[in-house]
């Protein structure tokens, strides 16, 4: 095994195809993943979560008789997966990079997991709370001051300051080497929102938006 802590193992490959499998294991005759919690059907492969029964520690991710065992693990949605460790006190911070085209459902994928108590840094919204524009227009006359107020809020993530439960930071973040950089800076999990380019354009409210996705789909990078 390649990885020595819990944000490179999270990002491996081993990780990776453990999870592929478990989920294809899982997955019904019928083709519906079910959540082993809450007995629901996961509808889209993001939002299954493998849960360790035994936490996953610094100490023990190496050892893969805990990390990559399929008796060690159920499948189960975020919200599912929320309310386990609200259940189970003590647990720790937890850091979402949720990234994917304009468009994608990054923001309503995170509005359906997210509790009060968790803090979520959204670019459009942090737009909208300082402008009298709405979330599709935006004047950039106030990037500087949207920017920092991002900063500002990552800083806070990166210091683990306030008592919110999972942080969420929403972008498109198309270049792996910056989604990386932010994950190990922030010790982020990172959760991609994976739309067509068809089905985000039919999405776009205006012609720049269109423009934004096809620039998107021309920078990802895996």
């Not at 083709?31 to 849960?51: F, N, W």
């Not at 189970?88 to 459902?105: D, I, T």
């Not at 009060?116 to 227009?137: F, G, N, P, T």
Request: with cysteine; proline share 3%; charged share 30%.
């Amino acid at each position: 095994m390649s990885f020595k802590d819990l944000q490179s193992f999270y990002r491996s490959d081993e990780w990776e195809q453990f999870r592929d499998v478990i989920i294809h294991e899982r997955t019904s005759g019928d083709g519906i993943l079910y959540c082993e919690y809450s007995g629901k059907p996961i509808t889209k492969k993001y939002d299954a979560i493998l849960h360790h029964k035994i936490e996953l520690t610094e100490e023990n991710v190496n050892d893969y008789n805990i990390s990559l065992n399929p008796d060690n693990v159920i499948v189960v949605s975020f919200a599912s997966h929320n309310k386990i460790h609200i259940r189970n006190k003590g647990f720790k911070q937890q850091v979402y990079l949720v990234y994917g085209s304009p468009c994608a459902g990054k923001t309503t994928w995170v509005n359906s997991v997210a509790t009060e108590d968790d803090l979520i840094v959204d670019m459009d919204k942090i737009w909208e709370c300082i402008s009298a524009s709405d979330r599709y227009h935006k004047s950039n006359r106030l990037k500087s001051n949207v920017f920092g107020i991002r900063d500002t809020l990552l800083e806070q993530i990166k210091t683990r300051t306030g008592k919110w439960v999972n942080a969420y930071i929403i972008g498109g973040y198309p270049l792996k080497t910056d989604r990386d950089r932010l994950c190990d800076l922030l010790r982020a999990i990172p959760i991609f929102i994976d739309e067509s380019k068809e089905v985000c354009i039919s999405r776009a409210p205006n012609e720049n938006w269109k423009e934004y996705i096809e620039v998107w789909f021309d920078d990802y990078v895996e």
